[in-house]
């Protein structure tokens, strides 16, 4: 399919979007945020969200919401550390740290989400990091912590570049089933789960690392 972005949307947009047919990218009001199509995560992280409206086809509310969120971050975070050649101990896992603008710079943000530490004082954007901190109806963009956490724990477990395995066990679960809409986060982890058996059949270190990983979040 052609890929379609467009950048300088709106006047002082604070933010960037997929929405449905194509990527648009806002330049900020230049003090909290500064241009998003300089950030390659959040390229990443704007052209997931085409891969799973044709793939799992989530809903954008509840825990489904929330796993979409994830998704995105997740594959934005990949994309950013296979460009920038780290693996996933040279990683700083934040999501959005090139957008930030002088005041948020200032008020001591220095990301907007940081997958390691989702509820860390230095991201715009704090998140939980246990399941047990769910809410129904919560914002997707807060609840897509849990999951992210559960990668970034996964991926520094099995070492190495989170895109050659870990990211293979979550692109599979996410386009080898067919749609989910209400998709549950407990079902997406143990989908990654099976997959990471039959994809690894002879690395249990791996199925032990993606199990302890999601149990790490409560899941």
Sequence with gaps: MTLISSIHYGVNYNNAFWNGSQMAYGDGDGSIFVDFSKSNDVIGHEMTH???QYS?????????GGLNESLSDCFGSMFRQWEAKQDVDQADW??????????????GYTCLRDMANPAAKHALARQPTKYS????????????????FAFYTIAKAVRGNSWEKIGQIWYKSMTGFG?????????????TRTVAAQLYPSDTAIACAVD????????
């Excluded at 901190?133 to 992210?148: A, E, F, L, R, T």
């Excluded at 749609?179 to 989908?191: D, G, I, S, Y």
């Excluded at 302890?212 to 899941?219: E, I, Q, R, Y």
């Design 179 to 191: 749609p989910t809409p209400n998709m549950k986060m407990k079902t997406f982890a143990n989908r």
């Design 212 to 219: 302890a990983g999601w149990k790490k979040v409560g899941l």
């Design 56 to 64: 799992l086809q989530l809903n954008y509310t509840n825990e489904a």
């Design 133 to 148: 901190q769910y809410k129904p109806g919560m914002d997707p963009h807060m609840s897509s912590g849990i999951p992210n």
């Design 94 to 107: 934040l999501i959005g740290k090139d957008i930030m603008g002088p005041t948020a710079l200032r008020m």
């Design 50 to 52: 085409g891969v799973t």
